[in-house]
């Protein structure tokens, strides 16, 4: 299963969970290289050989899957189960100003995963349950199956540490860009269900400055 966080969006630094902005000029190259598709969202020999894809319905995730399944004859499948957190009342707000608004929730957060609950919007256990529920179902696919799951930033900080063991309250140090692309194998036996982290971020390894805080 191939896992693709959408391309930066329109909209500038701000914080996005159910507003729908769509993605710039960038935000598709970005998705493309990802993805080993050309300028036109064709395949190319990198391109890996997906046998369907699966897309949040949110503009920044689905426009571009919408465009690779017409381009590739695939299969899509829109289920907004794969969506982002609904951040309620701090949807839209710039990044600085909302990490001074839900700084003390984050930091409860570290201690009890249910004390992270924006204002009018969705609890973080809630999420949780939701990804989890779909992250569950991608195990009743036949054998042989590879999706490509277009989703968003705070999906993967569910599945990724999901699949490494990680608290989902310690998530802060994997490092999710724009169009990062990860790859997870899922080993499906009976009842039981195995998943390995393949690669994580192939294909940008963007440099970040070091921030200790």
């Given at each position: 299963?191939?896992f693709?966080r959408?391309?930066?969006?329109e909209?500038?630094?701000i914080?996005?969970?159910?507003?729908?902005?769509a993605?710039?000029?960038?935000?598709?190259?970005?998705?493309?290289?990802a993805?080993g598709?050309?300028?036109?969202?064709?395949?190319?020999?990198?391109t890996?050989d997906?046998?369907?894809?699966?897309?949040s319905?949110?503009?920044?995730?689905?426009?571009f899957a919408?465009?690779?399944a017409a381009?590739t004859?695939?299969?899509?499948?829109?289920?907004?189960?794969?969506?982002?957190?609904?951040?309620?009342?701090?949807?839209g707000?710039?990044?600085?100003?909302?990490?001074?608004?839900?700084?003390?929730?984050?930091?409860a957060f570290?201690?009890?995963?249910?004390?992270l609950?924006?204002?009018?919007?969705?609890r973080?256990?809630?999420?949780?349950?939701?990804?989890?529920?779909?992250?569950?179902?991608?195990?009743?696919?036949?054998?042989?199956?590879?999706?490509?799951?277009v989703t968003?930033g705070?999906?993967?900080r569910?599945v990724l540490?999901?699949?490494?063991g990680m608290?989902?309250?310690?998530?802060?140090?994997l490092?999710?860009?724009?169009?990062c692309y990860?790859?997870?194998?899922l080993?499906?036996?009976?009842d039981r269900?195995?998943?390995?982290?393949?690669?994580?971020?192939?294909?940008?390894?963007e440099?970040?400055?070091?921030?200790?805080a």
């Amino acid at each position: 299963m191939d896992f693709l966080r959408h391309g930066e969006p329109e909209g500038g630094d701000i914080l996005r969970g159910r507003i729908n902005p769509a993605l710039t000029a960038l935000g598709w190259q970005q998705m493309q290289h990802a993805t080993g598709l050309t300028q036109d969202c064709q395949p190319t020999k990198t391109t890996p050989d997906w046998t369907g894809i699966i897309s949040s319905p949110l503009a920044r995730c689905c426009d571009f899957a919408t465009t690779v399944a017409a381009e590739t004859k695939l299969d899509l499948e829109v289920d907004a189960g794969w969506q982002e957190i609904d951040y309620g009342d701090w949807d839209g707000l710039p990044i600085d100003e909302w990490r001074i608004l839900a700084a003390d929730q984050f930091r409860a957060f570290r201690d009890d995963f249910s004390a992270l609950a924006p204002p009018n919007g969705e609890r973080f256990v809630d999420f949780r349950d939701r990804i989890l529920k779909v992250w569950g179902n991608l195990a009743d696919y036949p054998n042989g199956t590879h999706l490509l799951v277009v989703t968003h930033g705070g999906v993967l900080r569910i599945v990724l540490p999901t699949v490494l063991g990680m608290p989902l309250n310690r998530s802060f140090p994997l490092f999710i860009p724009f169009a990062c692309y990860s790859r997870i194998a899922l080993d499906v036996s009976g009842d039981r269900c195995g998943a390995a982290l393949i690669f994580h971020n192939a294909t940008g390894f963007e440099a970040r400055p070091f921030n200790p805080a």
